[in-house]
């Protein structure tokens, strides 16, 4: 493939995992405990997704990253100060919420619409990525219904591995039950893939790249169109998971004695 | 009534320390930060700190700088950096974010950027382009190693220290032929010099030893040149152990074009163009700014970890049942455990507030003194005498400008006039800066290391011990080295008293005082009147001091007066933070508006630093109180009316205090309240 490949990743913005998160009713619905004033990250599994398309876009020429990103305008720039640094790509903003309670279908919807209209975009070079799940919402269904809306029925979940073959056909690993691979070859673009960790690290930062990024990646901000969702469903009772977290430090445990210990835990 | 709900994020520091519109200083930020919690962090924990030797395990540090942009941050872009214009703000806050963990960490990074400020400052252009050029990473492609430098001031004993005059280290002609570069022979030893590990240049002060050299200089040796480049002994240093410290040893001979900043030929004698003590002047003024911001980052970093370990003091086992006050609130349901906090975060914030306004300050600066310098060439004024002579000329439109802009109605032409002169900007500038350096790296790492000692105390014996979250005891007397190195306290203080007198500062100290109590009558809560009258008192007792003498007829006022001048010193330190503080809450309560996250929770965040700035504001001046009143009366018997004066004015200040103790209150309780993260964001 001469031409390269378009590359579109959905990624959302979620509160920082470290941070308490304690689920609250308030008049516009349910939400976190001061969601907007908690730091925020790019939605993990979707940043595992943006690195894997900077990857594959550096190893394919003429290939292309967007991001496409729905979330509070002013959450989104501020996580952009830290992932614009780590890999080039053009922002497409959707300045709406970011809150895992929304709608998976609403928020696939407004994404598949501004995927639609990205100026120059080639729909016959498409890869559209991102998580296979969320962070803040476990819905797993946000992806499946960008591709459907966008008339792209090759859609591949739990990916851990892309590979472009020497015929330009692509071989997909699906996450599947038992730690096992599901090993699948479509012919090519167009194609959908949730990400799950993927297998690249995190790339460090770097001013640098942060600042070519930011040429395009301030306008977006600035032009990002305000994008209200019909209401969702509504949730008679939310609850954490109850779990209970004991947390201990040991220092300079051996990995055998941490290995016996889970697994005691496990079978008690 | 609303309260803190969370610590304060980046979108309020933005505001208060003025980085809205820099999208490049925010990228920065979050590059330090996250190699301080990663890299950093993981080396502390791993142990790294228990050696003096620099190892691979700490080596790490260099490459980590490198790859995330920081090294390069001191650079211009034409010289392979990416910031454009004066980079001080920056640099402070990259201090801030890896102090935050580890100051030693902090000052590895910048001892390269130590090593070129003499070059940065004042070296000739090819000289700067060169060594910024050749610190620079290598980019995709290169196949180089960046160099990295030491800066050697300090000698051993008996030579240079906190006095920087008296220097062995030596420059001699080695051979000059005719119509060629003098090759120069340099004898200097240095004693705590950082990044000695790697360096592969030093910058050396010297003194001349032969009388075809003019004058004492700073030269440039590198690891290359004929001779003796002898890395030296580590230093036996017991803090900052993720930076290099040895004592080097160079006998080398170098080209005479290494003199920083050039020097000419007169009557066969190389003249320098710049002394040692020029140079160093510049070079300190600017990098003691991010030292004082090591500090205080570790008081303010100190304030998570404590409030989680207040809180969970008694949960687990059977000492108390979910649902109670012992169990939920731990140690903060005792009211003494958190209105320390306060004191703690409320320090923190001062300096913070008055180290960023110097790093501002001095972003500002350096291009007016690069114009000065223009002015002053083309005019011919040479030599730091004739340019003295020159500013002090100038002194006086400078004061005739602060009036005109502080006064309802002006002569605007006049007005205008004035403020396009560049030595009058100058003069504004560099006045103020000559008290908010020193200020900042005296007070917010000497009473910052006092104050660390509080934050330690409130982890109980766990303060004490490696397992501390937060390193909190590697913090307490790693500011013990921030309080020393790049000019000890007693330096500040020096040149504290020489610049606290400068009539261009006393006016402006004067209109800040009017401000201030204009701003006190409209929001006393936010402690401005405070503060006026701080500051009030302050300058009356300065003018005091200058008119009265002690009983043996002896001026009162004087350099060598250390028992006075030092104390006026602290006390007008302890007043700027406070002053500054409450800048950076107004600037808070304007902006905060415009950013729909900050607007989230702004009346509670807002109310909450309103209360720090009161605290902090009774807490400097009860300190400048106690300090000028042990100088009016300490010295005496004094005359009846200077004394009554000054009663009435210190009685004043003592009313303008009314309800900053409830102010800690409010603020003590907030941190009962205020959501923190479930755990920190950097190892054990
Ligand atoms: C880890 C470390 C790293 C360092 N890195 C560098 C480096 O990279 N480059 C470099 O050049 N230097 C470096 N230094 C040296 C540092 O700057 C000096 O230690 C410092 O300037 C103090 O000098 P001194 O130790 O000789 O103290 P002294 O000069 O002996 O002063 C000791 C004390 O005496 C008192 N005192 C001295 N003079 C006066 C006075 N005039 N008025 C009142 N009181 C006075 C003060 O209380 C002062 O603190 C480093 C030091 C350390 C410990």
Redesign the pocket.
């Known amino acids: 493939m001469s031409a390269g490949y378009h590359i579109v990743v959905c990624g959302g913005i979620v509160p920082d995992p470290l941070q308490t998160l304690e689920p609250v009713q308030g008049p516009a619905g349910w939400g976190l405990k001061n969601e907007l004033m908690l730091p925020a990250i790019l939605d993990p599994w979707a940043g595992h997704a943006l690195f894997e398309a900077a990857n594959l876009a550096k190893n394919v020429p003429g290939s292309k990253v967007w991001l496409v990103s729905m979330g509070p305008k002013a959450k989104l720039q501020q996580v952009m100060m830290t992932i614009a640094q780590k890999v080039p790509f053009e922002l497409v903003v959707l300045d709406g919420p970011a809150s895992g309670f929304a709608d998976a279908h609403e928020t696939g919807a407004a994404l598949a619409e501004a995927i639609a209209a990205i100026p120059g975009l080639d729909t016959s070079r498409l890869l559209v990525f991102g998580g296979w799940q969320s962070a803040s919402r476990g819905a797993g269904a946000t992806m499946q219904v960008i591709g459907e809306k966008l008339g792209i029925f090759e859609q591949f979940q739990g990916v851990d591995k892309l590979e472009i073959l020497a015929d330009g056909a692509l071989r997909v690993l699906e996450r599947v039950e038992g730690g096992s691979y599901q090993d699948s070859v479509v012919s090519g673009a167009p194609a959908v893939f949730g990400w799950a960790t993927g297998e690249l690290p995190e790339p460090p930062n770097n001013p640098q790249v942060g600042m070519q990024n930011m040429r395009l990646v301030m306008p977006a901000l600035q032009k990002a169109k305000p994008v209200k969702l019909e209401k969702g469903p509504e949730y008679s009772g939310v609850q954490i998971p109850s779990q209970k977290r004991e947390t201990r430090v040991v220092k300079d445990a051996p990995v055998d004695q941490i290995a016996k210990e889970i697994v005691d835990w496990l079978s008690a | 009534m609303d309260t803190l709900r969370t610590l304060p994020g980046d979108d309020v520091r933005q505001i208060m320390w003025r980085f809205t519109d820099r999208y490049d200083i925010q990228m920065v930020v979050q590059s330090a930060r996250s190699l301080a919690r990663g890299l950093v962090a993981r080396l502390v924990a791993e142990g790294a700190r228990k050696t003096h030797e620099w190892t691979d395990h700490k080596a790490q540090l260099l490459e980590a700088f490198d790859t995330s942009g920081l090294t390069a941050l001191f650079m211009d872009p034409h010289q392979g950096g990416f910031i454009d214009g004066p980079k001080n703000l920056a640099l402070a806050l990259v201090a801030f974010e890896l102090a935050w963990v580890d100051a030693g960490a902090a ?1 590895c990074s910048l ?1 390269t950027n ?1 090593a070129l400020a003499p070059i940065h400052e004042r070296g000739t252009t090819e000289q700067r382009d060169e060594y910024m050029g050749r610190c620079v990473p290598p980019l995709p492609g290169e196949d180089r190693a960046p160099f990295r430098g ?5 000698e051993p ?1 008996p030579y ?5 005059n008296t220097l062995v280290g030596k420059l001699r002609v080695a051979k000059w032929e005719e119509g060629e570069e003098p090759i120069l022979q340099v004898d200097k030893r ?7 590990d790697f360096a592969n240049f030093a910058t050396c ?1 010297v003194d001349t030893d032969d009388p075809r050299i003019k004058s004492s200089c700073i030269v440039i040796v590198e690891d290359t040149d004929p001779g003796l480049f002898d890395r030296g002994a580590p ?1 036996l ?1 017991m ?2 152990q993720l ?1 290099s ?1 040895r004592d080097p040893v160079f006998n080398v001979q170098v080209p005479a074009n290494r003199i920083v900043g050039g020097y000419t030929v007169k009557d066969g004698v190389i003249v320098p163009n710049f002394t040692h003590s020029e140079i160093i002047g510049a070079v300190f003024h600017r990098t003691r700014v991010p030292v004082a911001l090591m500090t205080t980052a570790k008081l303010l970093s100190a304030v998570e970890p404590v409030i989680r370990y207040q809180r969970q003091r008694f949960r687990g086992g059977d000492a108390s049942e979910p649902g109670t006050p012992k169990y939920e609130l731990g140690l903060q349901a005792k009211p003494d455990s958190v209105l320390r906090l306060v004191e703690i975060w409320a320090a923190g914030e001062a300096g913070a507030s008055l180290g960023f306004a110097t790093a501002r300050l001095f972003d500002q600066l350096d291009p007016t003194e690069k114009e000065k310098d223009k002015v002053f060439a083309e005019r011919g004024i040479c030599g730091p005498k004739s340019q003295l002579t020159a500013l002090r000329k100038v002194e006086k439109q400078a004061i005739e400008y602060l009036q005109m802009e502080a006064a309802p109605t002006r002569d605007e032409a006049r007005f205008a006039e004035l403020g396009q002169d560049t030595l009058v900007s100058y003069a504004l500038l560099e006045s103020l800066a000559n008290i908010l350096c020193p200020a900042c790296k005296l007070w917010n790492t000497g009473n910052g290391a006092t104050v660390m000692r509080e934050a330690l105390a409130l982890m109980g014996g766990y303060g004490i011990t490696e397992d501390c979250p937060g390193f909190l005891f590697y913090k307490w007397t790693d500011a013990q ?1 921030e309080a ?8 500040q ?2 040149q504290l008293s020489i610049t606290m007198t400068n009539e261009v500062f006393l006016t402006r100290l004067r209109i800040i005082i009017e401000q201030f109590a204009a701003l006190g009558e409209a929001k006393p809560e936010t402690g401005a009147t405070v503060v006026a009258k701080g500051l009030g008192l302050w300058l009356w007792t300065i003018e005091f001091l200058h008119r009265a003498k002690d009983p043996s007829g002896a001026r009162l006022y004087h350099n060598r007066r ?1 028992n006075v001048t ?1 104390p006026m010193a602290d006390a007008l330190c302890w007043l700027m933070a406070s002053y500054c503080q409450i800048n950076d809450v107004m600037e808070l309560a304007e902006k905060g508006p415009e950013n729909a996250v900050v607007a989230e929770g702004l009346e509670g965040t807002l109310g909450f630093f309103t209360d720090l700035a009161l605290v902090q504001a009774a807490r400097a001046a009860g300190e400048a109180s106690r300090v000028c009143a042990s100088m009016v009366y300490g010295f005496g018997p004094q005359a009846a009316e200077e004394l009554d004066a000054f009663d009435a004015l210190r009685s004043q200040l003592d009313r303008s205090m009314a309800g900053a103790a409830l102010a800690k209150d409010r603020a003590a309780q907030a941190l009962t309240q205020v959501m923190i993260p479930e755990a920190l964001d950097y190892p054990l």
């Open positions: 000052t001892a130590l030491a800066f050697a001031l300090t004993l240079v220290g906190v006095e920087t240095g004693r705590f010099i950082t990044g000695m002060a230093t240093k803090v900052h930076s410290t080295l020393t190195y790049e000019g000890p306290e007693a330096v203080r020096r250390q030092f």
